[in-house]
């Protein structure tokens, strides 16, 4: 969660903006889903939803990859091809931009990031500038996840080969028993056996 916290967090303070909300694709979601927030205490997840995959602005931001400036669409649609926006990004004024985080041609993820303190105007460097840091954080989480995927791999791994060792001296102990109770049957009255 740290790391997720941190990107927000990166990507917020480049626009001066006072936090926002990372979302990622999540295992059996379909769609992204708010994973974290920055400020934890300002932003906190519960309030947003998950942006299916199926959303107009997922699919905009999928295609184009630009960054989605709320206010710059509700002065002018016809930049943003009018697309539809979620419920929340309508209501909530205190966000500002969309991020997608891409990651070889593909968006991994979004970030929401509310207004940045007056004045400000996201001119093309800024935009330019953002876009190069999400694709750095997109890569840093990339590899956050591989990190976590190896590492419980190789606690599978090691759970594996442990239960390997225990199923083998099982194995061994039954097949000892069973010959002592094969042979207990043919030697019983045999005093060396017993």
Same mark, same amino acid.
């Given at each position: ?31 992204? !889903? ?12 519960? &309030? ?8 107009? #602005? ?15 669409? &509700? ?36 970030? !929401?990031? !509310? ?19 999400? &694709? ?11 990190? &976590?995927? #190896? ?6 791994? !090691? ?6 060792? +225990? ?9 000892? #028993?069973?010959?002592? +109770? ?13």
């Amino acid at each position: 969660v740290e790391t997720y916290e941190n990107s927000v967090r990166a990507i917020a303070q480049i626009v001066g903006s006072q936090g926002g909300v990372l979302f990622l694709p999540l295992d059996g979601v379909a769609g992204f !889903a708010p994973v974290a927030s920055w400020p934890a205490g300002t932003f906190p997840r519960s &309030r947003y939803p998950t942006l299916g995959h199926d959303e107009e #602005l997922v699919q905009f931001l999928q295609r184009k990859q630009w960054v989605f400036d709320l206010s710059e669409y &509700r002065a002018s649609p016809d930049t943003y091809q009018s697309i539809a926006l979620p419920g929340f990004l309508r209501e909530r004024q205190k966000l500002r931009l969309v991020l997608p985080l891409v990651l070889q041609g593909e968006v991994l993820g979004l970030v !929401a990031l !509310a207004e940045p303190p007056p004045p400000f105007d996201l001119t093309w460097e800024d935009r330019d500038l953002i876009k190069t840091v999400g &694709r750095h954080v997109a890569t840093h989480l990339a590899q956050h996840e591989a990190d &976590r995927r #190896l590492a419980e791999s190789r606690q599978f791994e !090691a759970y594996h080969r442990l239960t390997a060792f +225990v199923m083998h001296d099982l194995k061994n102990l039954a097949a000892q #028993l069973s010959l002592l +109770v094969a042979n207990a049957e043919k030697h019983r009255r045999n005093p060396d056996f017993v």
